[in-house]
Nanobody, 121 residues
Framework: QVQLVESGGGLVQAGGSLRLSCAAS????????MGWYRQTPGKQRALVAL???????NYADSAKGRFVIARDNAKNTVYLQMNSLKPEDTAVYYC???????????????WGKGTLVTVSS
């Protein structure tokens, strides 16, 4: 069974930085895309950044110029470097692996359980 585990969340002051990591485990052959989403109470989960297997990236407008997404295909891991953090970046950040081909699935999407990022003013 494919599992995603996020790490790196926590409390940081405005203007600070955090680096999130997400590792996918299981009998994985390939992952098409990996991305970070965030959600605050009462709001829908929204894309923060996405990276394809070929390293094409897509960022939410709020993340452009401040966040950088990267992935290590050999480790099935995706990272999100978040700089110049603002209080409005406070959210639960979720990792998603899209188009996963594994021993147990073909083309499925998987989500992590989330990691909380809190930015204090």
């Amino acid at each position: 069974q494919v599992q995603l585990v996020e790490s790196g969340g926590g409390l940081v002051q405005a203007g600070g930085s955090l680096r999130l990591s997400c590792a996918a485990s299981g009998s994985i052959f390939s992952i098409s895309s990996m991305g970070w989403y965030r959600q605050t109470p009462g709001k829908q989960r929204a894309l923060v950044a996405l990276i394809t297997r070929g390293d094409n990236t897509n960022y939410a407008d709020s993340a452009k110029g401040r966040f950088v997404i990267a992935r290590d295909n050999a480790k099935n891991t995706v990272y999100l470097q978040m700089n110049s953090l603002k209080p409005e970046d406070t959210a639960v950040y979720y990792c998603k692996a899209g188009g996963v081909v594994s021993k147990d699935s073909y083309g499925m999407d998987y989500w992590g359980k989330g990691t909380l990022v809190t930015v204090s003013s």
